[in-house]
C-alpha cells in the first residue's frame, strides 16, 4: 500500500482522501505542492520536470497533482496506463477542485470529484496569460450596491454547488476579496468581474454586494442573479459532481496544455440543461491579439433588481 505523508495543508489531506489509489498501481505524483506520497514508493516530480512527467516509469495508472494548475500537461496523458486516470487541482472560478481526468476516443474528459483550493503551481503549468484576475488581489472598495439576502437558502456546500455551476457558465466568475468593512470574506468570495463596469458577489446568505459605479454595475447584478436563478429553479440546484467536460488543447502559450471546455451536466440531467457554454473559449485568459475584449455569453432573461437591493450614496 502507497504510503500517505502527514501535510500542513487540508486540501492536501482531503485530495489524499478523494483519490482512488489501489495497492499495485503505479503511481506518478506530481510534487508542485506538497508533497503527498512518499517518494520511495512513487515516482516523483517536481520542479521544471513537473510538466514532463517521467516517461521512464510509464504508463502509470494514476498521476496525482498535488498543486494548482490551469491544466493537464500532455505529457501526462501520453504517460497515463489505459484505464488510468490523473487527479488534479485545475483552475476553475477562482479556485481549483480537483478534477478526475482519463482518457477517451474523443479526448480527454473530467469531472470532479473534490472543491478546494491549492496554492498555484508556476511556471508552464500556470501561466499568467491564461488569467484575468489574480484571486491575491483585493479589490478596491466601497461596496457600492446592495441585494438583500432570502432570495437564495445556501449551505455551505450548495455555496460551492452554485459557484462551480457560475464558473461553468460564465469564466467571469472568479474568487476575489473587497478592501471595505461590509465585506467579509468568511461569508463567501465568489465574484462575477466585469472590469468595464464592476465586479459582484454573491455571498453564503443569498446576499449580492456589489462594487462600482451603481448605474453600471446593477447590469452585472442582474446577470448573476439570473444565473443563480437558473441554477436554484430551472436546474434543481446540480451538485458539482453532476458535471463533466471534454478539454481542448491550448497551444498558445509556450507550452500547450489541455483546458477544461464545454462543461456539461450528466446524461441524467441531459433533460435540463444541454452544454452550459456550448462555444469555444478561453476561460482564464485575456483577449487574443487583435481582440479588443472578452467574448460575452448571449443574454440570459433579465432581471430586475428585488425589493431590498440598495444603492449606495
Known amino acids: 500500500m502507497i504510503k500517505v505523508q502527514s501535510t500542513v495543508s487540508p486540501a492536501t489531506d482531503a485530495l489524499a482522501g478523494a483519490v482512488d489509489v489501489r495497492p499495485g498501481q503505479r503511481l506518478l505524483q506530481v510534487a508542485v505542492g506538497d508533497r503527498l506520497y512518499d517518494s520511495d514508493e512513487t515516482v516523483t516530480v517536481s520542479g521544471d520536470d513537473a510538466y514532463f512527467g517521467d516517461p521512464s516509469g510509464?504508463?502509470?495508472d494514476r498521476i496525482v497533482?498535488?498543486?494548482g494548475v490551469a491544466g493537464i500537461s500532455p505529457h501526462w496523458l501520453d504517460q497515463l496506463a489505459t484505464g488510468g486516470v490523473i487527479y488534479?487541482?485545475?483552475?476553475?472560478?477562482g479556485m481549483h477542485p480537483v478534477l478526475a481526468v482519463s482518457k477517451r476516443a474523443a479526448g480527454p474528459h473530467a469531472r470532479p470529484v473534490l472543491w478546494a483550493d491549492f496554492p498555484p503551481a508556476t511556471g508552464p503549468l500556470r501561466p499568467d496569460a491564461l488569467f484575468r484576475h489574480s484571486p491575491e488581489r483585493v479589490l478596491p472598495g466601497p461596496v457600492s450596491y446592495r441585494v438583500q439576502g432570502g432570495h437564495l437558502t445556501l449551505t455551505e456546500q450548495t455555496y460551492q454547488d452554485l459557484w462551480f455551476f457560475l464558473a461553468a457558465r460564465d469564466a467571469?466568475?472568479?474568487r476575489a476579496e473587497l478592501d471595505d468593512p461590509e465585506f467579509d470574506p468568511a461569508r463567501g468570495c465568489c465574484a462575477k468581474r466585469e472590469p468595464a463596469h464592476g465586479t459582484a458577489w454573491i455571498q453564503t446568505d443569498g446576499s449580492i454586494l456589489a462594487a462600482g459605479d451603481p448605474n453600471?454595475?446593477?447590469?452585472?447584478?442582474?446577470l448573476l442573479l439570473a444565473q443563480a436563478t437558473q441554477w436554484d429553479t430551472a436546474l434543481g440546484r446540480p451538485s458539482l459532481t453532476r458535471w463533466q467536460c471534454g478539454f481542448r488543447l491550448d497551444d498558445l502559450v509556450?507550452?500547450?496544455?489541455?483546458?477544461?471546455?464545454r462543461w456539461q451536466l450528466s446524461p441524467s440531467l441531459s433533460r435540463v440543461a444541454a452544454a452550459t457554454d456550448p462555444r469555444p473559449r478561453r476561460a482564464w485568459g485575456p483577449p487574443r491579439p487583435g481582440?479588443?475584449?472578452?467574448?460575452?455569453?448571449?443574454?440570459g432573461p433579465v432581471f430586475s433588481v428585488p425589493v431590498g437591493a440598495t444603492k449606495r450614496p
Open 58 to 60: 510509464a504508463p502509470y
Open 65 to 67: 497533482v498535488t498543486g
Open 88 to 93: 488534479a487541482p485545475v483552475a476553475h472560478g
Open 172 to 174: 467571469r466568475i472568479t
Open 216 to 222: 453600471r454595475v446593477v447590469a452585472v447584478v442582474n
Open 254 to 261: 509556450s507550452q500547450p496544455l489541455w483546458l477544461p471546455h
Open 291 to 299: 481582440t479588443a475584449s472578452p467574448s460575452r455569453h448571449r443574454p
